[in-house]
Nanobody
Framework: VQLQASGGGLVQVGGSLRLSCAASGRTFSRDLMGWFRQAPGKEREFVAAVTRTGGTTYYSDSVKGRFTISRDNAKKTLYLQMNSLKLEDTAVYYC???????????????????????WGQGTQVTVSS
């Protein structure tokens, strides 16, 4: 699976952005998909994940209620709608794929980056005041 993230940019506090992650390869519809981010000087952290059917989503506490993860298996595309952006959301955002996850993976499993086998190149999101 190859992943290509896009949609990042510069936005003001309180604004919105929608990230996309286009996938190639035959397993997308069977993969757990996630978004992670890495701010300057910090470790990469979990943002959100969605099961292969799209029926279950998981979020970190820092983005819950503001971000929405979704997927379109027919288009092989993962999305992250980000609303009410804050300065602390500034980071490089990465999409990732786990073809081995079970449908009921749960938040604990889905939030661990070591469980994801494939990663996109990242897209920069900068929130300014």
């Amino acid at each position: 699976v190859q992943l290509q993230a896009s949609g990042g940019g510069l936005v003001q506090v309180g604004g919105s952005l929608r990230l996309s992650c286009a996938a190639s390869g035959r397993t997308f519809s069977r993969d757990l998909m996630g978004w992670f981010r890495q701010a300057p000087g910090k470790e990469r952290e979990f943002v959100a994940a969605v099961t292969r059917t799209g029926g279950t989503t998981y979020y970190s506490d820092s983005v819950k209620g503001r971000f929405t993860i979704s997927r379109d298996n027919a288009k092989k595309t993962l999305y992250l709608q980000m609303n009410s952006l804050k300065l602390e959301d500034t980071a490089v955002y990465y999409c990732a794929s786990d073809p081995n996850a079970i449908l009921t993976a749960g938040l604990t499993y889905s939030s661990k980056e070591e469980n994801y086998d494939y990663w996109g190149q990242g897209t920069q999101v900068t929130v300014s005041s």
